[in-house]
């Protein structure tokens, strides 16, 4: 299997260095000084006490014309999936299957309108992992959950064979039989978590100890799961009240990376996390007070 891997940044870096143990026949593509870097040094992972090294990476700072992949993992930020999304239309020839790991709802709305359903699969990441002062890849704690699956929800076996040659290196990539309802429940949390810390510019646990904003966070929390139900999204307990749950063990130090990317004054992926609650609530005649004060607060700095 030839699989092209998109992004060597956080999330990116992790799961790139992991399929290196795998037979599949690895490409990696990313631009500027991440390229020269390693195409130089090689990818470095430190894990669970673990340093891991890969040199001699077949990595890429463009996509070739008439290439063939049998499955790309586009790790991005949203305000570069559109180019990178028309690029691998455009070049890549073959009946790929796309993973983009994404935060929020865009990426795979955008694939399902350009594509159709049966060419829409979901991708939900669970970690914390980020580039170091050395351009090694940190992960942060132990969780590092992935989630893939097809929007049609039929059964899709190559899908399900990488899943489990990953699993067989370590790699924990799941396969869901209801990708979507992932997608909207990190979602649920990441918008309002990602809109409150940037806005507040406090952490999670300053947030939630002050009964205002607290009041705040669950209340954007709501908003985006109404505007879930709205897109014909089921859950079996509201997942609001799972992550008020969640939220009580979290670090109290914990920040989004938005606010990091707020504070180093680099582009900002809120239209695609509070922005599109708020443009997709106004389509749909819901509002959505909170979300709509993160936006206009922040872009207003």
């Given at each position: 299997?030839?699989?092209?891997?998109?992004?060597?940044?956080?999330?990116?870096?992790?799961?790139?260095?992991?399929?290196?143990?795998?037979?599949?026949?690895?490409?990696?593509?990313?631009?500027?000084?991440?390229?020269?870097?390693?195409?130089?040094?090689?990818?470095?992972?430190?894990?669970?006490?673990?340093?891991?090294?890969?040199?001699?990476?077949d990595v890429r700072n463009e996509i070739s014309t008439?290439?063939?992949?049998?499955?790309?993992?586009?790790?991005?930020?949203?305000?570069?999936?559109?180019?990178?999304?028309?690029?691998?239309?455009?070049?890549?020839?073959?009946?790929?299957?796309?993973?983009?790991?994404?935060?929020?709802?865009?990426?795979?709305?955008?694939?399902?309108?350009?594509?159709?359903?049966?060419?829409?699969?979901?991708?939900?990441?669970?970690?914390?992992?980020?580039?170091?002062?050395?351009?090694?890849?940190?992960?942060?704690?132990?969780?590092?959950?992935?989630?893939?699956?097809?929007?049609?929800?039929?059964?899709?076996?190559?899908?399900?064979?990488?899943?489990?040659?990953?699993?067989?290196?370590?790699?924990?990539?799941?396969?869901?039989?209801?990708?979507?309802?992932?997608?909207?429940?990190?979602?649920?949390?990441?918008?309002?978590?990602?809109?409150?810390?940037?806005?507040?510019?406090?952490?999670?646990?300053?947030?939630?100890?002050?009964?205002?904003?607290?009041?705040?966070?669950?209340?954007?929390?709501?908003?985006?799961?109404?505007?879930?139900?709205?897109?014909?999204?089921?859950?079996?307990?509201?997942?609001?009240?799972?992550?008020?749950?969640?939220?009580?063990?979290?670090?109290?130090?914990?920040?989004?990376?938005?606010?990091?990317?707020?504070?180093?004054?680099?582009?900002?992926?809120?239209?695609?996390?509070?922005?599109?609650?708020?443009?997709?609530?106004?389509?749909?005649?819901?509002?959505?007070?909170?979300?709509?004060?993160?936006?206009?607060?922040?872009?207003?700095?």
């Open positions: 299997m030839k699989i092209l891997v998109i992004g060597l940044g956080g999330v990116g870096g992790y799961l790139g260095a992991f399929l290196k143990k795998t037979d599949y026949k690895i490409t990696f593509l990313c631009r500027g000084k991440r390229f020269f870097f390693l195409k130089k040094n090689g990818l470095t992972l430190n894990s669970q006490g673990k340093k891991t090294h890969f040199s001699n990476l008439n290439e063939e992949y049998d499955l790309i993992i586009n790790t991005v930020k949203l305000y570069d999936f559109d180019s990178i999304l028309n690029q691998i239309i455009k070049k890549v020839k073959n009946n790929f299957i796309l993973l983009p790991f994404q935060n929020g709802i865009y990426s795979e709305e955008k694939i399902k309108n350009l594509l159709g359903i049966k060419k829409t699969y979901g991708a939900v990441a669970q970690i914390s992992s980020v580039i170091n002062s050395k351009n090694e890849i940190d992960h942060k704690g132990k969780l590092a959950t992935f989630f893939v699956g097809p929007y049609n929800r039929l059964k899709d076996d190559k899908l399900i064979k990488f899943c489990l040659d990953c699993q067989n290196v370590g790699l924990d990539i799941r396969y869901s039989e209801n990708i979507e309802q992932k997608i909207w429940d990190k979602f649920i949390f990441l918008s309002a978590y990602s809109g409150l810390t940037t806005l507040t510019e406090k952490t999670i646990g300053e947030i939630f100890v002050n009964t205002i904003l607290k009041k705040k966070f669950i209340g954007a929390m709501l908003e985006t799961y109404k505007l879930s139900l709205l897109f014909g999204i089921k859950f079996k307990i509201n997942p609001v009240d799972k992550w008020i749950e969640k939220i009580s063990s979290m670090p109290y130090e914990m920040t989004s990376s938005m606010f990091h990317d707020f504070k180093a004054k680099k582009k900002l992926e809120l239209k695609w996390l509070s922005g599109f609650v708020v443009s997709n609530g106004r389509e749909k005649d819901m509002e959505c007070p909170i979300h709509t004060e993160i936006v206009k607060e922040i872009e207003s700095r």
